[in-house]
């Protein structure tokens, strides 16, 4: 089945640095992915539409100037957490469509990058 | 109210009961529907799409009831590996559509 890669699975900072994960794509092309944000013991929040080669949609509430997203191919999307503080410390994870293998509209996930911003 | 909702949990059930979660959804023209599971700390993996005819995997029985806007997930003979929590996704009425999760339900089989 389709694969989504996300890297780094962990990674702890310090406040004010930035901190940027990948999520590949990485047996199929996606126009498209999603990037989530969770909480301990909440739902999975949906922060972001990444779109290839245009701007990302972001979802209400969620700062597109600290969250950046870059989609520049069909495989690679990328999402730069901005002057972190401890209050950005989650777990972020992206998803990806494969409209032919695996099936319309079922998402595949990366296996997800905990931020811990000291 | 929200557009997916589940049941809250938690569920609590010895190893060998049946278990079954419910999820409605608001959006009537919504065009595809998944049960996911996501394990403590791990990212969603898909469990089963949802079709209108019903379908079933092993011991997961899967239905979905378009005129009521509800989905179904029936476990049998439960497993302690099947200790997760089970999300209700449903897709937005474009193949390009937003997929949107209910808050999930925590099931925990004991011995």
């Known amino acids: 089945g389709a694969v989504v890669s996300q890297h780094p699975s962990r990674v702890i900072c310090k406040s004010g640095t930035s901190v940027k994960i990948e999520c590949r794509s990485l047996?199929?092309?996606?126009?498209?992915m999603f990037w989530y944000r969770q909480f301990p013991k909440q739902s999975l929040m949906l922060m972001a539409t990444?779109?290839?080669?245009?701007?990302?949609?972001?979802e209400q509430g969620v700062e597109k100037d600290k969250f950046l997203i870059n989609h520049a191919s069909l495989t690679l999307s990328t999402l730069t957490v901005t002057s972190a503080h401890p209050e950005d410390s989650s777990f972020y994870i992206c998803?990806?469509?494969?409209?032919?293998?695996?099936?319309?509209?079922?998402?595949?996930f990366g296996a997800g990058s905990r931020l811990t911003v000291l | 109210r929200k557009e997916v909702e589940q049941d809250p949990g938690p569920f609590n059930v010895p190893e060998g009961a049946t278990v079954a979660f419910n999820c409605t959804y608001s959006n009537s023209a919504s065009q595809s529907f998944f049960w996911y599971r996501q394990d403590c700390r791990k990212e969603p993996k898909l469990l089963m799409s949802v079709y209108s005819s019903g379908n079933e995997d092993g011991r997961f029985t899967a239905q979905l009831n378009r005129a009521s806007q509800y989905i179904s997930l029936l476990i049998r003979d439960s497993k302690l590996s099947d200790s997760a929590t089970y999300l209700c996704?449903?897709?937005?009425?474009?193949?390009?559509?937003?997929?949107?999760f209910g808050d999930g339900t925590t099931l925990t089989v004991k011995p």
């Open positions: 998803s990806a469509r494969d409209g032919g293998r695996s099936g319309a509209n079922v998402l595949t």
């Open positions: 047996d199929f092309q996606a126009t498209t």
């Open positions: 996704v449903v897709n937005g009425d474009t193949n390009a559509g937003k997929s949107t």
């Open positions: 990444s779109n290839e080669g245009s701007k990302a949609t972001y």
